[in-house]
């Protein structure tokens, strides 16, 4: 059991990233954040219990469905949000926008929206931490789609070959956009996958944080001591539709209605009350907290100057 400034510590984040996306979704509706979302709501114990034994100098790769995972990795609010209204003060001075967010000093990858593309990079920066000898692991995080593209078997025989400290986190939310995982592979789990290369496959409840830090924990300790990679299936939902405008057709409401009861957030909280290891009042207080910060992201965006046309080709390799 993790200490209690731990928890209180996952449930801010995990409530900072609910409520961040929440204000992004109203801000790109009113038609202030301009290209496209793709919201993390319903997933976030994963990327709170992974990264919570991360440090800035290990590295992690991101997908199309990246706010989470930067803001666990310790992208700041401020430089998230400004590279979605595209200001020269993002964290990709505005180029990148929602689907590349990342910053490489905090060691996030910006982070890469082509399925699966994020995987082999991990490979290769593990690749690069191991030839070093510099203890650093590198974490790549992905939904059970990409695991039918070849990037990932690719990566997961490369890592297991050469016993890379890896660790492969599938996001199984159950949907590849509107693709159910009964209609792409045949084995049960994702995790069974990994037997193929010779390397640990572990399944673990995404939606309790608790659990995910547990699994995570073991991962990135076998990774960290020379163990080798580890692919580490966290089964979950995404509560709300794959992009800005999903009607979601393809699940039922029984089945949405289901997940919402397990929602991530919910369930801490009611764990933090039920073992007295905070109070109402003082949630309100941090929930608060997490309003005020996000408020403040926005304003800092909202104020921030326009990228110049003359850097059009800064930071562009050619
Ligand atoms: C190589 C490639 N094929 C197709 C797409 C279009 N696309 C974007 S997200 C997505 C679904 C990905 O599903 P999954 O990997 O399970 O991640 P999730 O959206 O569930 O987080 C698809 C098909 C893409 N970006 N890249």
């Not at 929440?22 to 990264?51: D, F, W």
């Amino acid at each position: 059991m993790q200490d209690d400034s731990l928890q209180l510590k996952f449930y801010r984040q995990m409530l900072t990233i609910r409520r961040f996306e929440e204000r992004c979704n109203a801000l790109y509706m009113q038609g202030k954040i301009p290209s496209t979302l793709h919201l993390y709501n319903g997933q976030e114990a994963v990327a709170v219990g992974v990264c919570a034994h991360l440090s800035v100098e290990d590295t992690i790769t991101s997908t199309h469905r990246p706010h989470g995972h930067a803001i666990a990795k310790g992208v700041s609010l401020r430089s998230i949000m400004a590279e979605l209204y595209a200001k020269d003060t993002g964290c990709c001075r505005g180029k990148g926008g929602s689907m590349h967010v990342g910053d490489v000093s905090v060691g996030m990858l910006p982070a890469i929206a082509i399925v699966g593309a994020g995987i082999p990079v991990a490979a290769g920066v593990a690749l690069a931490c191991k030839q070093l000898g510099n203890g650093r692991v590198a974490v790549s995080f992905f939904g059970e789609g990409a695991t039918n593209e070849g990037a990932f078997h690719e990566a997961l025989n490369m890592a297991a070959i050469w016993r890379l400290p890896a660790v492969f986190v599938c996001e199984n939310n159950l949907y590849a956009a509107s693709t159910p995982v009964s209609w792409t592979f045949k084995v049960e789990n994702v995790a069974d996958r990994a037997a193929a290369y010779g390397l640990p496959g572990e399944i673990v409840d995404g939606n309790d944080v608790l659990a995910v830090y547990e699994a995570a924990g073991r991962a990135i300790e076998r990774a960290r001591t020379g163990d080798g990679p580890t692919l580490l299936e966290c089964k979950t939902y995404r509560l709300v539709g794959h992009s800005r405008s999903d009607p979601r057709t393809y699940r039922s409401k029984e089945e949405e209605e289901t997940w919402k009861l397990r929602d991530p957030i919910m369930m801490l909280r009611r764990h933090l009350l039920e073992k007295e290891i905070s109070t109402e009042t003082q949630l309100g207080i941090l929930e608060q907290e997490v309003e005020n910060e996000i408020k403040e992201a926005i304003t800092f965006a909202e104020s921030s100057p326009e990228p110049l046309p003359d850097d059009v080709y800064t930071d562009v390799f050619a």
